[in-house]
Each structure stands twice: as C-alpha cells, then as structure tokens.
C-alpha cells in the first residue's frame, strides 16, 4: 500500500461570538456579531507527525477577534472589520497561504418610543448582516450578504403552464401568497468602497424589487431581485440569492361549514429552493 497523502486541510475558530457598544452623544450603536476564522497552508506535519509548530492555536483566533473588535472606530462596517482581521491573519506567517474569515451580524433596531428612534434601546430583528472574505491580501474575494430576510406578499403572484405528468399533483394558479426567506450574497469590485451605502441600497432593491414585480414563478422574481441590486451598487459585480419558497395552501372547509381558500396552512417543509447567480453582463 502506497503512503497516504494530506491533499487538503483548513483549521480555525468558528462561531465567535462578540458585542460592541458604541457610545455616541445622542445614540447608541450596538454590534453583534458571529466571526469564523479560517487558515489554509503548510499545517502537514501536524496532521502526519503531531508536530505543532506552525499551529496557531484557536484560542489565539478568537482572542484576536475580540482584540480587534475592540480597536475598531466607530461606525465600522462589518466588511472593514473582516478586511483588518483578515490582513492580520494573511500577513501572519509565510507558511500561510489561505485566510477565511465570515461573520454575522445580528440586526438591531432603535425602539420607537411616542414617533422618535429611543437613544439606547433596540429591538432584535430576525435577520442578519453577512459578510465573506477569503485569499490572500491582493488575491481575495469579498462578499457581502444577507439572511434570514422573512418576506412576503399576498398577491401579484401565480403559477401555471409548467409540465405535467403522472406523478404530477399540484393544480396551477392565477393568485398565490408568495413567501421566502432570502439568502444572498454580493461580490465587491473594491475593498474602500462605501459598505454602508452598499448595504443600505441593495437591501432596499431586493425588498422594493420583491414588492412590485408580477411574480409567474420564484425563478423570474429571483432573477429580477439581482438585476436589480446590481443596478443599485456600482461597487458590486455578481449578486447569488436563495429563496425557498414558503407554501401556504389554501384550505377546504366547506365540509365543516365553511368556505374553500378563506384560511391558509402555512408549511415550511418540505419547500421548493430556488437558487441563481447573476453577474453583470
């Protein structure tokens, strides 16, 4: 039998937990974040002979997200955090030759209290801030992101003219309740660009896009959803969404008195999962 070989292998630190407030003169800003460090590299003679030398342990990873979060200034995207932590990482060891670093963020929103943004107190949204940054400095992919975005409408959209066959039982229909939550990603052309702004635009042509477009299928709403984050941001070049599609079926309850369609069973599973990646032209 020949020597096994080590092909592949990647470490780190994974779900990071770590919050931040930001204390400004009339409000708070508060961070929380899940951060996931990862390193690819010259890591065989640990795995083959136990040798830990070029090891860093991922205790160290987590001490140097918490580190680093407390060095950032204020106002701070998490995409610019992920781009220092994965230069202090990348420019770590020469024996390094891959840095992988995600993160989470959790959304927070200010408390209305009698029409006014309450200073220091939040609401916990459902859904989350991502972002994505792996290579090596000068060679490296960043990403920003979305999930757990719950979205739905109750019209303007259908589904019908699709193959049949035997197995076949879903009837076709002219109106549906369309509901998703979406999971997206979006690569940035630049790592000075303007994450704020970025964030603020594409989150609105997704969820302005979602609401105006006549839907005949997830496919197409999908597909309009990116074309139009893609012409919100200059600073990105290739939007990939996912978007299950969550079923609510209309009910029968003529046989206890009542009326067909009326009520609605919402079901999460099993669901329809619709995936694409568009990229500009």
Known sequence: MSTPILTANQYGKARV???????????HRFIDRTVRVALRGDFTAAHVNGDNAHVIATDTMKNTVHALTEGARDGESVEAFLVRLHDYFGTKASYIDGVLVEAAEQGYRHIDVAGEAHPYAFEQLRERRTAMLDGMPGARELRGGIEELS???TTDSWFKDFP?????LLPETDDRVMATVVTGSWRFTREDADFEAAWRVIRAALMETFAT????SVQATLYEMAVA???ACADIDEVALALPNRHYIPLDLTAIGGTKGA???????????IEATVARG
């Open 17 to 27: 937990r770590v919050a931040r407030v930001e204390r400004g003169e009339t409000m």
């Open 151 to 153: 979205i739905l409408k």
């Open 164 to 168: 049949r066959d035997e197995y076949t």
């Open 213 to 216: 477009h006549r839907s005949p």
């Open 229 to 231: 984050a893609l012409a």
């Open 263 to 273: 009520v609605l069973l919402p079901v999460d599973e099993p669901h329809g999962l």
